[in-house]
């Protein structure tokens, strides 16, 4: 199969979003949007940085890139419509692979109605997959970083270090254990991400929104630098899965405060708001915990906050970092 029937194979049939004027086939895709923000991103996903192929199976990264990508439309507020995907594909990768990492990405794409619209095939020495997304939200209802203010409640959705307690239980244990664990390895290889929840928050005027790629600790601290704030997390009141209490506590801690790729949201909001989140939260079956507080900028670097029990520390940005 050469680079054209490959393009054939994987080409949609049909259609779901309305907007679309042209789809794959021409030198670029066309789509027509009156009156809503358009809302764009572009995410890479490596191997051997991002997944190996001990710790995925095809159908899996294909999930996880457009997971990872969904997720930042999703701390836009921004509902995802449009994917775009650039592979570079090493010889040693299979028909079949390939065919089921496009059905990992179909499968996420589906459930989210987006449509795969354009992207670029390339042969080269590992597998990269370079997904650019597109989306829509209300005009003006972007949901920035920059828009946290002292007195603002710290909010996070789902359960935080599930993923990187999978990936641990990949690498380090046998397959008894790794059935034990399978909910925290599917969260590995299958994150949930929220655009629905984020996009129905509409109704509140002001929210800072952020995703949980590398960590809170480093998503937090960029609300921080963004807004100009300083952020007050309580490490108790962290959300995790039961299956994590069987580990270390020192682990848990590094996988619940650094351990990143749960894709997961971080927000902030006004009090007055916090009963709206909760409401959409339960509407959109979303786990959302409140985790701590805003309070003015302090000339601290990073401007984010650990309490634990009655001791305070500086939470450092010690996250997954690309060039360290
Ligand atoms: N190589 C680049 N060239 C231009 N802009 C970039 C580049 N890398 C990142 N950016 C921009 O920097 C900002 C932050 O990007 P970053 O990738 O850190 O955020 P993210 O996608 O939410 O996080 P992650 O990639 O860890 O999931 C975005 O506006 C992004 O478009
Ligand atoms: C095999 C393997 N080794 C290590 C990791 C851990 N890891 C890789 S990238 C990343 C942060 C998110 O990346 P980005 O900032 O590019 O979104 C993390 C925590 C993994 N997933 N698979
Ligand atoms: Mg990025
Ligand atoms: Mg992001
Ligand atoms: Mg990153």
């Not at 789902?158 to 925290?184: C, R, W």
């Not at 984020?198 to 809170?216: E, F, P, T, V």
């Not at 909001?269 to 009963?275: A, G, H, N, R």
């Amino acid at each position: 199969m050469d680079e054209f029937d490959f393009i054939k194979s994987i080409q949609q049939k049909n259609y779901v979003q309305s907007s679309l004027i042209k789809g794959i086939g021409d030198d670029a895709a066309v789509f027509r949007q009156n009156y809503k923000d358009t809302v764009t991103s572009v995410d890479t996903f490596v191997e051997d940085i991002h997944f190996s192929r001990n710790t995925m199976l095809p159908f899996h990264i294909g999930y996880r890139a457009l997971a990872a990508n969904i997720s930042d439309m999703a701390a836009m507020g921004c509902e995802p419509a449009y994917y775009l995907i650039s592979i570079v594909i090493p010889k040693h990768w299979s028909e079949k692979d390939l065919a089921d990492i496009y059905l990992g990405m179909k499968d996420i794409a589906t459930e989210n109605k987006m449509d795969l619209i354009g992207g670029d095939t390339v042969s080269g020495k590992e597998l990269v997959l370079s997904i650019t997304v597109i989306g829509f939200v209300d005009k003006d209802k972007s949901r920035y970083r920059s828009h946290a203010i002292s007195g603002d409640i710290i909010f996070v959705t789902g359960t935080l270090g599930d993923s990187a307690a999978g990936l641990h239980i990949l690498m380090n244990h046998e397959k008894e254990t790794q059935e034990k664990f399978k909910y925290l390895i599917d969260r590995h290889r299958m994150p949930t991400p929220r655009p629905v929840f984020a996009n129905n928050l509409k109704s509140i005027s002001r929210i800072a929104l952020n995703d949980i790629s590398d960590g809170i600790a480093n998503e937090a601290a960029e609300i921080a630098d963004a807004s100009k704030v300083t952020m007050n997390i309580e490490y108790n009141s962290i959300p995790y899965h039961d299956l994590l209490k069987g580990f270390d506590k020192d682990m848990q801690k590094e996988w619940k405060l650094f351990g990143g790729e749960d894709f997961e949201l971080i927000g902030t909001v006004p009090k007055k708001d916090w009963d709206i989140v909760k409401k959409v939260a339960e509407s959109t079956k979303t786990k959302v915990t409140a985790i701590g507080y805003v309070t003015d900028y302090t000339d601290s670097n990073p401007n984010v906050f650990l309490h634990e029990d009655k001791d305070v520390s500086i939470l450092d940005k010690s996250g997954y970092t690309h060039l360290k």
